[in-house]
């Protein structure tokens, strides 16, 4: 069916009926030598066929009514999108800012793809490639995605194959009713009134401070204003003017972190005060600026095409003299500003606007427009060098829409260099060329003095310490989680598939020694207290379950053996433990159990290790194993001692315990805030940024993950199978790429489902997948629970060729890792703590979630050989719990010198399990 455009994207549709809001994006690439215009041809229809957005157009509702929507071009050819301009000589700076003010002062042709390119070379020397945008089509954030779609990672890349590239479908499916949209929108933004009610009704003061915030705050974003602040920047057109600076990246990032800032906040310190000086040089008195800022939503799994912002707008002053304080109040209003209310519902607003008539609604955007006196964005780049046709990328520029402000300020860092691109509006700056220089030197006086001046002390944020464990029995928030996400056809328990040289573990009869077994985990459950606890439940579910001590623990219910029927087989071991893996365990005993298995080939002996994850994550399975292990074939054997239990206690205390501590909860935090502001209130400001910014993330899924026919609702049966890959070739393939193993894993699971899901019944689409991530403190022990967050990555299924594939995980994975701060996550955990027992029951909506295809979870294993009783461990196989609606995990470890992957699946929904663990294994095969 066809696509109606997001809120965001639909509004800078709209306003284009007013030219002078015009929303042209033109990204400018500075190449090192031409490029072959057959081979770019290529380049960009391989581009388009990935993003096929780039080969649709829009379609406004009948008579203007509704939400306009994407329409497939069905005569799309990609020569009608390209323009070649030979030059006789090398391309000089003046040609390239003449053809980037000609492309951001036309207008783009509405009735066809909402994008062009232009390219500008000759035989010899450097050539330019400009990349022309409509706003609706993509953000800043998604056009250096898209960027990455169609550049190179390597100097000698081969064209890419079009044949790995199908055409996208062309949509056949009737037109949508406008009206049916515009009923589908007012029937959701009732039930979202409806639930408000509710939640106020439940707490009258907080929902009526919230909604009276919220109010507040959109006013502050929505409404509109007579004329902007400048009397000197006055006049709007539709004729733009260019200009590009560059700044050095390093020298920006280290004066700005000196002083606890970013190179945002320095961006914009400088920019207002040459702004500030242009007006005093005309002599026009201004005592503030009217700045507009987009603050990104896009998720790290968002698609590149459509719209993930909302602008901020705010007033900055311009009568700080000296930099560094003007740098330190920019840090200041720029994170008030990240905080408004309003932005966390801004997809909603923007809908609500779209629901009134297209006139309308574009006049309440540029009302809110109209009044910007500058726009300032800080857009990230890729990180490492890109190439066009064998062309190295040698800079890239931005000039975003100036959209009703008279100039637009935008930040490209590239390879470490800042590309600032300046585009203004000719009739509001009358001497561009004078402005630009006053905030190029601007710009430079505040790094100059942020190098040159002592910083204030700046404590950097650290996250509130986690109980320790044995101070406190109840299980935290997260650990509850887990709990409540279980039921008989999902159980939550992780786990591992080991084979021992059973030898040593067998009498003279060669009958396995389980009593010797026994008394040697027996004795090594001292090194994990909460192995001889169990869950104490709070009646009513009014508070979360507390560890206590099983009085009548019992080694011999937790440790057990099984054999195979013999003749033995290759995946025996592989099969007891999918199978052992598909019953929960018993809530009314410790939650963990080893099995022995019997009769393996070559006289080995299997361990199936079932652990609740409510107990502990991957690390700290990692770590059970090594309290549990030896690294001496022949360690001095630990002796069992006599404990005496503590008494559990009742039912009426238990929840009269949890009743107190919900009811001091909020005075122990009030207090503990409370000295925390008094004594180190930037501290409590950063770590209340990092946690709203976590919390976002964590609560807010952006996208929907593309669904297929093994995210579909689990049965009781599982299915385990294995990769072995030598650590040794996964540390030489990865080398070169500079990628991480992780990076290569997942590149391979890529390419696995790409050759996989055709025979499976499914399209080719790029698989989401969530990739846990420890948030361990250091020293924390094995019995302390789980200390674990989660990204969510885009495996790029679609992309056919290895090293390609590989570079694009490991950029994902970089953006990931400095867009999730591991900290705010774990304050996020830490706050979920504070959170009413009944509360956490809302977990089990994620039995219905749609924000990820499976999860991929990489633990680093022992290096070093491992034993157990004398006996020689020789392989482990990781085992991962299925997720709500997610048919298959991926579970990765190393140990000694091999990685090893394991594929938990239900054989329901993936019968051919095997051929994708064959195609995982071809992968390494080809590419390493």
Request: hydrophobic share 40%; net charge negative; aromatic share 4%.
């Amino acid at each position: 069916m066809n696509r109606p455009l997001n809120p965001t994207d639909a509004a800078l549709w709209d306003i284009e009926r007013d030219p002078t809001l015009r929303t042209t994006i033109v990204a400018v690439l500075h190449l090192t030598r031409p490029v072959n215009s057959a081979r770019l041809l290529n380049d960009l229809e391989a581009t388009t066929r990935a993003i096929p957005k780039l080969r649709q157009r829009v379609v406004d509702g009948p008579a203007g009514i509704g939400t306009p929507h994407w329409a497939v071009i069905p005569d799309f050819a990609i020569a009608d999108y390209v323009t070649f301009i030979k030059s006789a000589h090398v391309p000089s700076d003046e040609q390239i800012i003449e053809i980037s003010q000609e492309l951001a002062s036309a207008e783009i042709d509405r009735t066809g793809a909402l994008w062009s390119c232009t390219y500008l070379g000759g035989s010899r020397g450097r050539s330019v490639l400009f990349l022309r945008v409509h706003h609706s089509l993509t953000d800043g954030v998604g056009g250096i995605e898209l960027l990455d779609a169609m550049l190179d990672t390597e100097h000698k890349s081969p064209p890419r194959d079009l044949g790995e590239l199908p055409l996208p479908q062309s949509d056949t499916s009737a037109h949508p009713l406008a009206i049916a949209g515009v009923t589908q929108k007012v029937l959701k933004m009732q039930a979202d009134v409806v639930r408000s009610a509710v939640a106020a009704s439940r707490h009258p003061v907080d929902s009526g401070t919230t909604v009276w915030q919220g109010l507040q705050s959109t006013l502050r974003l929505l409404s509109p204003v007579s004329s902007a602040l400048s009397t000197l920047m006055v006049g709007r057109s539709s004729n733009r003017h260019t200009h590009v600076f560059d700044l050095e990246l390093e020298r920006m990032h280290a004066a700005a972190q000196k002083h606890g800032c970013t190179i945002n906040h320095l961006l914009f310190a400088g920019v207002i005060e040459g702004i500030t000086q242009y007006h005093s040089r005309a002599d026009h008195k201004l005592d503030a600026l009217r700045v507009l800022m987009p603050i990104s939503f896009r998720a790290n799994n968002d698609a590149t095409s459509g719209n993930q912002w909302g602008p901020v707008r705010f007033t900055a002053p311009t009568n700080i003299e000296d930099p560094i304080e003007r740098l330190r109040a920019m840090r200041t209003i720029l994170a008030r500003s990240g905080q408004e209310p309003a932005l966390e519902f801004g997809q909603s607003l923007a809908g609500a606007v779209q629901l009134l008539p297209s006139v309308l609604s574009s006049n309440i955007v540029s009302g809110m427009m109209r009044g910007v006196d500058v726009v300032i964005t800080n857009i990230p780049d890729l990180q490492e060098d890109r190439f066009l046709g064998g062309a190295r990328v040698d800079r890239v520029y931005a000039f975003a829409p100036t959209a009703g402000a008279a100039l637009n300020v935008a930040l490209v860092s590239h390879h470490g260099r800042a590309c600032v691109g300046v585009l203004s509006d000719r009739a509001a700056i009358a001497d561009p060329q004078g402005l630009q220089q006053l905030i190029i030197a601007s710009v430079n006086d505040v790094i100059s003095a942020a190098e040159k001046t002592e910083p204030t002390p700046f404590v950097e944020p650290t996250p509130p310490p986690r109980e320790k464990a044995g101070s406190s029995r109840r299980l935290s928030a997260v650990d509850t989680t887990f709990l409540e996400l279980e039921s008989p056809r999902a159980p939550m328990q992780i786990g591992a598939a080991i084979t021992l040289d059973g030898h040593g573990l067998r009498d003279d009869d060669g009958r396995l020694r389980l009593d010797l077994a026994h008394r040697h985990i027996d004795a090594r459950l001292d090194r994990v207290p909460n192995f001889r606890r169990k869950l104490g439940p709070v009646p009513l579910g009014l508070g979360r379950p507390v560890w206590m001590d099983d009085e009548q623990f019992d080694i011999t219910r937790h440790v057990k053996v099984t054999s195979v029927v013999q003749p033995a087989a290759d995946h025996d071991l592989l099969d007891v433990a999918a199978s052992l893996h598909e019953t929960p365990l018993d809530r009314n005993h410790p939650l963990w159990e080893i099995w022995f298995v019997d009769g393996l080939a070559d006289d080995d002996v299997g361990v199936v290790l079932k652990v609740h994850h409510a107990l502990v994550d991957g690390v700290g399975g990692v770590e059970l194993m090594v309290a549990l292990f030896d690294f001496q074939p022949n360690p001095v054997a630990d002796i069992p001692v006599y404990r005496r239990s503590k008494s559990a206690p009742s039912p009426t205390r238990r929840l009269a315990d949890a009743a107190v501590e919900q009811l001091v909860d909020p005075f122990r935090l009030a207090r503990s805030t409370g000295r925390k502001i008094l004594s180190s209130p930037g501290t409590v400001l950063e770590q209340a940024k990092s946690l709203a910014s976590a919390a976002t993330e964590v609560l807010r899924p952006a996208a929907v993950a593309p669904r297929s026919s093994f995210n579909t609702p689990i049965e009781r049966r599982r299915v385990l199978r294995t990769v072995y890959v030598p650590l040794e070739r996964v540390n030489a393939g990865r080398a070169p790429l500079r990628a991480t193993v992780n990076d290569v894993v997942l590149a391979a699971l890529a390419g696995a489902f790409r050759q996989w899901l055709p025979h499976h019944g499914d399209n080719i689409f790029d698989v989401h997948a969530a990739v846990p991530v420890s948030i361990r403190p250091d020293g924390a022990d094995t019995d302390s629970g789980n200390h674990v967050g989660a990204v969510l990555v885009t495996l790029p299924v679609g992309e056919p060729a290895w090293e390609r594939r590989v570079k694009l995980v490991r950029d994902r994975m970089h953006r990931l890792k400095t867009s999730h701060d591991g900290e705010g996550v774990a304050l996020v955990l830490d706050a979920l703590d504070h959170v009413p027992a009944p509360g956490l029951r809302a977990a089990r909506l994620l039995s219905i979630q749609r924000m990820a295809n499976l999860v991929v979870t990489n633990v680093t294993g022992p290096r070093q050989p491992m034993y157990f009783l004398g006996s020689e461990v020789k392989t482990i196989v990781p085992v991962v719990p299925l997720g709500p609606n997610m048919g298959i995990g991926v579970a990765v470890t190393s140990y000694r010198d091999d990685l090893t992957i394991g594929i938990f699946a239900d054989p329901d929904l993936c019968p051919d399990i095997s051929a994708f663990a064959a195609a995982l294994d071809a992968q390494f095969e080809a590419n390493l």
